[in-house]
């Protein structure tokens, strides 16, 4: 079974790269205000409230994390066999910018909505990466992937910096009483906000970057699911070609649980534990975003200088070290300094492995590994945030049994959490470990 093939794949061209990092301009829009600092603390403290707004926080990440991971592999397949990846990229990309839009209408009291429209939009969010994400071998060669990854996420970050200070204005305006409109309108608008700027960031990818993959026509009495299917058999059955990608895989699914987790939950430990209110928020993620941008240069020089395995310990380990300060921490300029680290550290984590898979797949099969990166994401996806809101709850439950008020059992039930994501990256750098990184360059390049 073969996938489409690829025309000769000259050296992209700027205008080309250029729309390619706008896209990740623009979604780093939706992370940096509907997962980061506004639509999560919203949701968990207004839309519900207390230790049950961080378990159904939780739970609706992981309803769409576990929708991508299932759908992501069939439709991966189908997108490398007909060379329709922008068609899916387009399709994704509409319905997270639409149904982050409807998060205006998600008031206070109104779980079953906020948390409904959420799914979908971060279903059209997350499933969008992975067809963005197999565009990358079409841009760049194996031995620029770290810098183009590193590029892109650091644009990606100024993204994310840009629409917190278009938002942020108004929220301050607002608290000062120079905005006159009641309860959470501000607020709810600043998703509008969101949905627009990535509409407009998003626009280029699709008018300057051609999809350089030809589709190949389908056999007599097939269809595309059935060819997907037939595609993925064979790429489980040759599976031991790709021994060092599947033992990466299994580490990425581990340790991306811990960045998730971090991102998921950012704003509502900000808010549980230090206080901060919803300027409070913003001005964290964007110091947050800062430093990814820096960690997203670095990280991507060192990939290129010292190999990804390399990088991505170095970023595992800064992690671990974020974690363990942010449980013993009990300031709000500490919860600053330790943004800093941990935004340096997850921009190497996600740029890194982001690069990797694609210098680990064949040729013609990107977004097929994509779509097996994904699957390991966004079941990690679903089983840390899970996991997260589930401790956060049963353990404030815990410590008001105990006797403890309820803020005060809340903010045990949140370090409590915090200890489980350091569990993570700890197992997944020990998995990363056994990756043999040049084996894996050469069963990639050795598959046709």
Not at 9 to 14: A, F
Not at 115 to 139: C, D, H, K, T, W
Not at 417 to 430: K, P, R, W
Request: glycine content about 10%.
């Amino acid at each position: 079974m073969t996938t489409a093939t690829l025309k000769s794949k000259p050296l992209s061209t700027r205008k080309e790269r250029i729309a390619w990092y706008l896209y990740d301009f623009g979604n780093s829009a939706y992370a940096a205000i509907v997962l980061l600092a506004v639509y999560s603390a919203y949701f968990q403290g207004t839309v519900v409230g207390g230790a049950e707004g961080s378990r159904l926080w939780g739970m609706a990440v992981g309803i769409a994390m576990l929708v991508v991971a299932v759908t992501s592999p069939v439709l991966g397949a189908i997108a490398d066999y007909s060379g329709a990846k922008k068609k899916f990229l387009l399709f994704y990309t509409i319905m997270s910018v639409v149904f982050t839009a409807a998060l205006f209408f998600v008031e206070p009291g109104r779980v079953a909505l906020g948390m409904g429209l959420f799914i979908l939009a971060e279903i059209g969010y997350r499933s969008s990466q992975v067809f963005y994400n197999g565009l990358l071998p079409e841009i760049a060669n194996s031995d620029e992937m770290g810098r183009i990854s590193g590029n892109g996420w650091a644009i990606g970050n100024v993204g994310g910096v840009i629409s917190l200070l278009v938002v942020l204005p108004l929220i301050v305006l607002q608290q000062r009483g120079v905005i006159h409109l009641e309860g959470t309108v501000v607020v709810r608008s600043t998703l509008v906000i969101t949905a627009v700027f990535f509409a407009i960031a998003a626009i280029p990818i699709f008018i300057w970057l051609p999809e350089r993959a030809q589709g190949k026509p389908l056999p007599a009495g097939e269809n595309y699911f059935s060819v997907a299917f037939k595609q993925l058999g064979h790429t489980v059955r040759t599976a031991r070609r790709y021994k060092e990608f599947l033992k990466f895989m299994l580490a990425f699914l581990i340790y991306n649980d811990g960045v998730i987790m971090a991102l998921d939950f950012a704003a509502i430990i900000g808010a549980v534990l230090y206080g901060l209110d919803q300027q409070g928020l913003i001005i964290f993620i964007m110091i947050v975003h800062v430093a990814n941008i820096f960690g997203a240069y670095i990280f991507g020089v060192w990939m290129d200088q010292m190999g990804g395995k390399r990088s991505l310990m170095i970023s595992i380990l800064m992690m671990i070290a974020a974690i363990v300060w942010l449980y013993l921490n009990q300031t709000e300029n500490g919860f600053f300094m330790i943004g800093v680290l941990a935004g340096v550290a997850m921009a190497g984590l996600q740029s890194v492995s982001r690069s990797m898979v694609a210098v680990f797949c064949p040729p013609g099969q990107s977004a097929e590994f994509y779509g097996f990166f994904a699957v390991a994401g966004r079941t990690s996806s679903f089983i840390g945030p899970t996991i997260y809101g589930i401790v956060a709850y049963r353990a404030a439950l815990w410590y008001q049994n105990q006797g403890q008020a309820v803020a005060l059992a809340e903010q045990a039930g949140q370090r409590a959490a915090i200890l489980s994501i350091g569990i993570f990256f700890i197992v997944g750098l020990i998995l990363l470990s056994f990756v043999n990184e040049k084996r894996a360059r050469e069963a990639a390049k050795m598959t046709s």
